[in-house]
Structure formats: C-alpha cells, structure tokens
C-alpha cells in the first residue's frame, strides 16, 4: 500500500517538509540536498538485511549483494581520497570518531581536540560527552587572527605528551596545515586523526588539502559537503585496518545499514564524476561572495574569513542573539544555526553567533550573483529582526526567488 494511503499523517508531514526545503534557502553549512539516485538507494530493499561482519568474513547468509554493495562503497571511496583502508559502516560522525578512540586509545590517555567554541565538534572531547569521561581531552584554540594556535598545540603536545593530535572541525572556515600537525605529533610521538565531516566533497574534489595520505586516521560524515544519506565513514592506514573494523563491529556496531551504504556508493559515483569538481569549487566562490558582503556590511566574521564552505558571524554587534537571528530568519524562510563563537560569554542555546555555509544552495544551482541577493535579504531580516512584517515580505521575495531553482519535481509522498 502506497505510504499517502497507509499513513496519510507521516505522509502530509513528508510533503510538508518537501515544500519547505523547496520553497526556503537551505544555509545550514552541514546540510545538502542528494541526488534522487541516492535517494532510490537509501530507500531500496537493502534496508531488509542483516549482514554483521565485512565483506566475504559475514556472520549471516544471503550476503552475496550485500557484498557487492560494501565493497563497492569501500573501492569508490578509496579511490576519493587515495584511502588505504576504508570502513564504510559507521552510523554517522559521532559513532566513527568513538570508534576511532576505542580502536587507538586506552582509557584515560591523552587527546589534543579544538575547543568546540573556536570551532571544534562535541564529539571531540566536550565536557559534556562520554568519551570526555573516558579519555584526556586537552582543548587548543584558534589565535585573535583567527588561525589555528598551532604554537598552541606543540606547546600542548610537548607538555601532555598526547596519544592522539586531532584537528578538523564544525564552524572553522579557514584551511589546516595537516603537515604541520604531523610534524608536532612526530615529534612527541603521538598518532593523527582529522574529522573531515564538513569538507570532504571539497577535499574529494581537490578543492581543499587531503589529510588522508599524510594522517593515520580520518573520520567523515558523508551528507554535507559529499552530499551523500546520512552515514560515517572512517579511512586509515593499512597498518590500523584491524584495530578499527574491530572496534566499529563487534566492538560498538550491530549490524551495518546496507541500504545507507548502498545509497553512500551511489554518492561516491557522483563525487568521482568531473562536475562534481564543478560543484565544489562553486561552494568556495558561492562562499567567498558572503564573506565579501557581509564585510561590506560590517559584520564581524570570526577567524577573518572563509577558505571553504562556511561562515560564522558574530551577529550581536548588529544588536541580536544568534538565537534571535536563527528565528528571524526561520520567519524569512532562511535556515542557518545561531552557533558559538570562539570563547562565547552567552548561553550555548543563544550564542552571540549563526553559522551558515553553501552547499545546499550550490546545489540547487545558485552561484555569486545569488549570493549578492541573499546576503540582503540576510541582512535586513537582522536588522528587522522584530518587525514581523518585513519579514513576512522577504519570505515572499525569497519564495518566489526559488521557483528557479527546481528541488524533488517529481518526488509526492
Ligand atoms: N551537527 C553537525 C553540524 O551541524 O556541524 C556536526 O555534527
């Protein structure tokens, strides 16, 4: 029975959210649209299996498929990002980097990770997290200048003689100096570990450096910037293949969702097509136009700029909250994420900063002169941020400016 019959109230709720990602301006720099094949994938008949184990070692039968779609998954990615060993089979970025820890650390050792302010990830070794119970996070930051304190992380090194040095990050919008942290964890013999979670399509698409040939271990999602379903992945050295898939599977992991990787190969097939480094240098101008008018404006970006997909704005010198900027422009169907900035003195659920980015605008086709529009009605939906009416008026500006920019034509619920 079709899913509208069944279950009209999960049906409706579908459409309804089909005609807001449609109709506003997605700028929440970890989201992206897929692609209708990678939809067809995540919602195919993989879902059905049970497969624990990794290809041709599985502890269930009937797994012949499910092989080829595993290893599939694994070859694609590897070519991406020249991997020497890929698992595919991680849930998402959190569950990947606590198989990371379990496979590399033992309890209580040291982890050098960036202060999620500055922006760092939770998952990193935030207070508030187990793994913080568990191992030694110490936190580095960035400078005033807005690069990393990477003076910082050597004297950190050299005095907590971490296990593991890691960098990558959620809200830092400028380029890492991967060798440079080699060159400190060599030094004091720690192993390297980068979350590329936000920039790996930039990073697959050669737009951003790789760490994975220089690095031990790297961790992704696959839905932002690689615009793939919602999933992890983990690439590492030969030499640490064993520890990690023990530690994703039996260690923390059950059985994988096949469809999701199934849907993560199709992904990767786009991401090694030729417009997909179209597509990801498009992200970087996309981006490099909201850095240049919104300083026109007098907005205080935080680290000075943006090397890659992302912004984080100080929005408190234009007299809002972040959470009172993110509501504005819910209101002006312009989705971003009010966010910390580095050593935020307000509350984590109304920081002084948003946080937006390109990816899910690029891929819906807008390029620099739709930037210049949007940054406007940014703007004034801040400015304007308690005049309900003009945000209403932008709202329909900004709806009817995305009736050029077709999104699921055909997709009904
Ligand atoms: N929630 C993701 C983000 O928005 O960056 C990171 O896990």
Known sequence: MKLSQYDPEISEALNREKTRQQTGLEMIPSENFVSEAVLEALGSIATNKYSEGYPGKRYYGGCQEIDVIEQLAIDRAKQLFGAEHVN???????????????????????????????????????PVTHPAKVWNFIRYKTTASGEIDYADIEAKAREHKPKLILVGYSAYSREIDYARIKQIADEVGALTMADIAHIAGLIAAGEMANPVPLFDVVTTTTHKT????????????????????????PGLQGGPHENVIAAKAVAFKEALEPTFKDYARQIKLNAKVLEVEFLARGYRLMFGGTDNHLLLIDVSTKGVTGGEAEKALDKAAITVNKNAIPDDTRPPLDPSGIRLGTPALTTR?????????????????????????????????????????????????
Request: with cysteine.
């Open 88 to 126: 595919v089979q991680p849930l998402s970025g959190a569950p990947a980097n606590l198989a990371v820890y379990v496979a590399l650390l033992q309890p209580g050792e040291t982890v050098l990770g960036m202060d999620l302010s500055h922006g760092g990830h939770l998952t990193h070794g935030h």
């Open 226 to 249: 690689l615009r793939g379903p919602r999933g992890g992945m983990i690439m590492c050295k030969a030499i640490h293949q064993k520890a990690i898939d023990k530690a994703v599977f």
């Open 365 to 413: 086709g807008m390029k620099e002169d739709d930037m210049k529009k949007i940054v406007e009605w940014i703007d004034q939906a801040i400015v304007n941020a308690t005049d309900d009416g003009k945000l209403a008026e932008i709202r329909r500006e900004v709806e009817a400016f995305t009736k050029n920019f077709p999104l699921y034509p055909n997709l009904e619920y």
